[in-house]
């Protein structure tokens, strides 16, 4: 089975280089890149946080990248945010636009983000949303909450959304904006950390949260909409590839593991 990895990053850096560690991998393109090969991953997506300028995204050939609205569009006006972020959408390597609300403490519904959703019609593009829980103390989980997405979504309805993270741990919320809203897609990226030792034990442990996964999916009943992604190098990829198929019924997973992230990526695979 072909797998897409529709959510990493991608960067030399010594905090991703210690959780790599930590998750039984190392933070270089090689040992991804040999990692995806044994897995069957065929592509990866890189949620891009660095420069906006298009120099600055230049990746190995499995990987393609969202162009994120992060720290670094702190001195730029929305204007010229989005002028950088057209020039990325030119680019086929860029397959999407990625929103930090919850890190950079706004509401992706305000209208002031208009020109960069404007970008995604017009490029047929998705724009990914961090939702749930920040890695940063300094976040604050009301703009990251799943359920500003649907005021988005509504207001833009041709603008293809992604929830990332499946806005754990608000489960419900996430499920109802996923119901209502059909511009709505998830990823399910960021559910582990490091490297499960003793999948036994991690099952029983876990159980609860896996179960209740499991019936808010089953209730959904929209498997194309929902996407496999592992965080990297958050979590063991092997790993995640596990979990996913024991939430995932059999006969869901090529949608969630391939033809879901490829349709709304526009991966031509």
């Known amino acids: 089975m072909e797998i897409i990895d529709a959510h990493l990053h991608f960067c030399a850096d010594p905090y991703f280089d210690e959780i ?8 270089t393109a090689g040992h991804l890149a040999a990692e995806y090969r044994r897995l069957g991953i065929v592509k990866g997506i890189v949620m891009g946080n660095r420069s906006l300028e298009p120099s600055a995204h ?5 990987i393609r990248y969202c162009i994120g609205l992060d720290a670094f569009t702190e001195t730029l006006s929305i204007e010229e945010q989005a002028g950088l972020v ?16 919850g890190y950079k403490h706004f509401y992706i519904y305000e209208k002031e983000f208009a020109p960069i959703y404007a970008l995604a019609e017009k490029y047929m593009k998705p724009v990914a949303v961090h939702t749930g829980l920040t890695a940063s103390n300094n976040g604050l989980l009301k703009y990251s909450h799943p359920l500003v997405l649907d005021e988005a979504a509504v207001r833009w ?3 293809q ?15 109802g904006v996923l119901e209502k809203n059909p511009n709505v897609a998830a990823d399910f990226s960021g559910l582990l950390e490091q490297k499960i030792s003793d999948s036994e034990r991690f099952v029983r442990k876990k159980q609860g949260y896996m179960r209740m996964l499991k019936d808010w999916l089953e209730y959904l009943d929209c498997y194309d909409r929902i996407m496999f992604g592992t965080d990297w190098p958050l979590a063991n990829l092997e790993d995640y590839i596990w979990f996913m198929k024991k939430i995932i019924p059999q006969e869901e997973w090529e949608k969630v593991f391939f033809s879901t992230a490829n349709r709304i990526y526009g991966l031509g695979l």
């Open 20 to 27: 790599a560690r930590q998750a039984g991998h190392e933070n």
């Open 58 to 62: 230049e990746y190995p050939d499995f």
């Open 86 to 101: 057209e020039e990325n959408l030119k680019r086929e390597e860029c397959v999407g636009i990625k929103l930090y609300p």
């Open 157 to 159: 309805p041709q603008v």
């Open 161 to 175: 959304f992604v929830m990332c993270h499946f806005g754990n741990p608000w489960l419900e919320d996430a499920v």
